[in-house]
């Protein structure tokens, strides 16, 4: 049995949370519009329409929104492409194209370290995919060896599609390594973000005012990401200068060596952030200090 390529976890998951997320907000919208229409709620017959009017036509754009970026989740959820031996079979759902050998053609784009598409062209039959496809890299090569094998190798330029496997390697490691990481990166940063902001608030007394607070959020969080970018741009990087366009051969994870730059990244970040965060907690502490201090003196005298 042929292996078979599907959307990835997080676009599988989302047409169960698109609905989750925005069903109560649409019933108390629709529940909304209905309760103007038959209580004629504003004074005026002329403004009641405007408003019913304007309000329908906001909510009915919101709508048509979140519809059709449910149903854009919906199909790519329902997306499931394999090889047999005579080509590239494509379903949607219960749509099923089949993309023969003999006719198959390939073209590709990429933007370094960001993404990129695969076209495979049969015919009138045109398939655009994106790196967002889990195991891309797996089928380039399944497809690339299938078409070699044919004496097919002119209906693809090597150079391009050498290009789009290095975005591609690139993200199927990439995204293998959010689902595992992010957890924990997003769980260190609360921790460390929370016992700070507590430290700011009840250690302290923030001259700056509440704001302080949120824009303190705000970088507590893009730190981490931050970290988290050069991370990724590091081992992109590893991917392409050890990737051989000659032989189209890509290096497999290095897990001890991601887990070093990970680690590398997280401790000099944390170091850094830390050495910020002294600045203002010090100068918090400072003027707390010194309104005690006039506080005792005041009582003092």
């Known amino acids: 049995m042929s292996k078979e390529y599907r959307y990835r976890k997080h676009i599988r998951w989302a047409q169960y949370l698109i609905p989750a997320l925005f069903g109560i907000p649409i019933i108390v919208l629709g529940g909304s519009i209905f309760s103007i229409w038959r209580n004629n709620l504003m004074d005026g017959f002329e403004l009641s329409n405007v408003f019913f009017l304007v309000f329908s036509c906001i909510v009915l754009f919101f709508f048509l929104e979140i519809g059709l970026i449910w149903w854009m989740f919906y199909r790519m959820a329902g997306t499931v492409i394999s090889i047999d031996e005579y080509g590239v079979v494509y379903k949607v759902r219960r749509s099923v194209k089949r993309l023969p050998f003999e006719s198959l053609k390939i073209d590709s784009a990429s933007i370094r370290y960001t993404g990129g598409w695969l076209k495979l062209i049969s015919g009138k039959d045109v398939i655009r995919l994106t790196v967002v496809l889990e195991g891309i890299s797996d089928f380039i090569l399944e497809l690339k060896d299938a078409l070699d094998k044919r004496g097919l190798s002119s209906r693809y330029d090597p ?3 050498f290009g789009f496997m290095k975005t591609a390697v690139a993200g199927d490691q990439n995204w293998n390594r959010a689902y595992t990481l992010f957890g924990k990166l997003h769980l260190i940063v609360f ?3 929370i016992t700070l902001v507590n430290g700011f608030v009840y250690g302290t007394l923030l001259p700056w005012g ?64 830390f050495g910020i965060s002294l600045i203002p907690l010090t100068i918090g502490i400072a003027i707390k200090l ?5 506080s005792l003196t005041t009582v003092l005298h």
């Open 159 to 161: 150079q391009k599609l």
């Open 191 to 193: 921790v460390v973000g």
């Open 210 to 273: 509440g704001i302080f607070i949120i824009v303190w959020g705000i970088f507590t969080f893009s730190w981490a990401m931050g970290a988290y970018t050069i991370v990724e741009i590091r081992l992109m990087r590893k991917i392409a200068k050890e990737s051989n366009e000659k032989d189209f051969t890509f290096p497999q994870r290095d897990l001890a060596y991601e887990k070093k730059v990970f680690d590398d990244a997280i401790k000099w970040g944390g170091w850094l952030y």
């Open 290 to 294: 010194y309104m005690v201090t006039q």
